[in-house]
């Protein structure tokens, strides 16, 4: 047989091979970033709720001195 | 597999992969093939494996759609529980006619703008519930207003297929409407309307499935959005500190991010199940909340690009009209069309607390500026403010 087509068959194999691995490899690393972006996302946002929480009114409540809508005085009637 | 280390291993074994059909007997052991045929046989190899990561791609699309336990309350469930909450109806702002549509805050955190059904705008002082201003608009059905950001005007619009934007007079007795400037024509109903940093460009959104971009002193149309298949029903810029881009939710069950410079959909949602009335960014503005005609508050995150979380009850069957977080994000308010509003805990997906007062739906939800309260406005024509 000539040697352009061993060579053509042992190459095709190579890239069969190669082709299955790399298949392989993109469908563990597509998992993978999944999972981290989702866990990744989730722990920015819980970050962010833990770092602003105590200047957040409505979620530790403010002493009804210092809420303006919260005040005891009496409303004027005009 | 439970855990998320088990769920890769277990996809990753190559019991798992899709197989490659049979190799031919021939590419095993050539006799003596002629060279027309061995390259018809790599050919088809090659096709061979151009199906098959056709198929690697759809397992993983389903796989991806399999991690459930990936969810923001998995991650979540080391965060505190939130205690009790207890928050009262602290004024009631009574003066309009007819069911109240929309309200804003103005940046001072203590005056209010709320449209009506009746056509009347009305601006007030929340901390004294007087009135400061009122306008007839030519129209009934004002569903959106809003505040500039100056503090020195307000712009509204409905059924006139129109924005107008009021400046707001020292003078209390001078007629407003007499220094109406008409800004936005859209071919439908005017849903939403939202000044962007300054008083000079406006965002809006339509009955015509548009939203659009416009400068305030000349009426000219900067940009338009185009991309949903039905009404827009709602919009929300993103927190200046992330950018020029903004989200628009509409009947067509979609939530749109777009880029206020091109005009581009970046990213789309779907999954919502019927109209979404309400989208509201988170305050980092790397995701934003949605409430919906189906019942379902939900949570997108714009990195993850996918829906991170869902706030809804078996017993909750009333749709959804208006959505907003507390200042760190912690909570999110929703305005229900059964007359209540929930209180859920952003990161775990609980309910936290169910508030009653209106005596009909609740049809828009705002927290104030620097989140010491939260306003509704109601079908029963009042809004109240609580904390």
């Known amino acids: 047989m000539n040697m352009s087509t061993t060579n053509n068959i042992a190459q095709a194999r190579k890239l069969v091979e190669q082709l299955r691995i790399e298949a392989g490899i993109e469908r563990i690393k597509v998992i993978i970033l999944v999972i981290c972006f989702v866990s990744k996302a989730a722990a920015d946002l819980m970050s962010y709720c833990e770092q602003h929480a105590r200047s957040d009114p409505l979620l530790v409540g403010v002493p009804t001195s210092e809420n303006p809508f919260k005040d005891k005085k009496p409303c004027i009637i005009l | ?387």
């Open chain 2, 1 to 387: 597999p439970t855990d998320q280390t088990s769920i890769a291993l277990f996809l990753c074994h190559p019991l798992h992969w899709p197989s490659l059909p049979a190799q031919r007997k021939y590419m095993r052991s050539p006799p003596i093939p002629e060279m027309a045929t061995q390259e018809v046989q790599l050919n088809e190899t090659l096709a061979h494996l151009k199906t098959e990561s056709e198929t690697l791609k759809t397992k993983l699309e389903e796989e991806r759609a399999k991690l459930h336990d990936v969810e923001l309350h998995q991650v979540a469930e080391k965060v505190e529980a939130l205690g009790q909450f207890v928050m009262k109806t602290r004024r009631t702002l009574k003066g309009h006619g007819n069911k109240v549509l929309c309200m804003d805050w103005c940046k001072d955190k203590r005056r209010i703008v709320s449209s009506s059904q009746d056509g009347k705008v009305i601006v007030w002082d929340a901390f004294t519930t007087n009135k400061e201003h009122a306008v007839t608009m030519p129209c009934t059905w004002v569903m959106a207003c809003a505040y500039a950001p100056s503090g020195c005007a307000v712009a509204c619009g409905g059924l006139d297929n129109k924005c107008s934007v009021y400046p707001l007079s020292l003078d209390k007795n001078e007629n407003l409407a007499a220094k109406k400037k008409s800004v936005a024509m859209h071919t439908n109903y005017l849903s939403a309307c939202s000044f962007t940093n300054s008083d000079m460009q406006i965002l809006t959104s339509s009955g015509d499935g548009t939203c659009a971009l416009w400068d305030v002193e000349s009426g000219q149309l900067l940009q338009s959005f185009h991309g949903h298949a039905a009404d827009v029903l709602c919009l929300d810029l993103a927190p200046s500190e992330t950018g020029n881009t903004f989200v628009s939710g509409g009947c067509d069950k979609k939530a749109n991010v777009w880029d206020m410079r091109s005009g581009q959909c970046i990213q789309s949602f779907e999954t919502h199940e019927s109209d979404i009335n309400s989208v509201r960014y988170y305050p980092s503005g790397d995701a934003f909340a949605s409430g919906s005609d189906d019942a379902t508050c939900r949570l997108y995150d714009l990195r993850a690009d996918r829906e991170v979380a869902i706030y809804s009850k078996e017993s909750i069957i009333f749709g959804v009209s208006s959505v907003d977080f507390s200042l760190s994000g912690r909570l999110l308010f929703g305005g229900y069309n059964d007359y209540t509003i929930n209180v859920w805990d952003v990161l775990k997906g609980t309910r936290v607390s169910i508030l009653f007062g209106h005596e009909n739906r609740v049809s828009t939800l705002r927290v104030s500026p620097d989140g010491t309260a939260f306003c509704t406005g109601s079908w029963d024509h009042t809004l109240r403010i609580w904390a």
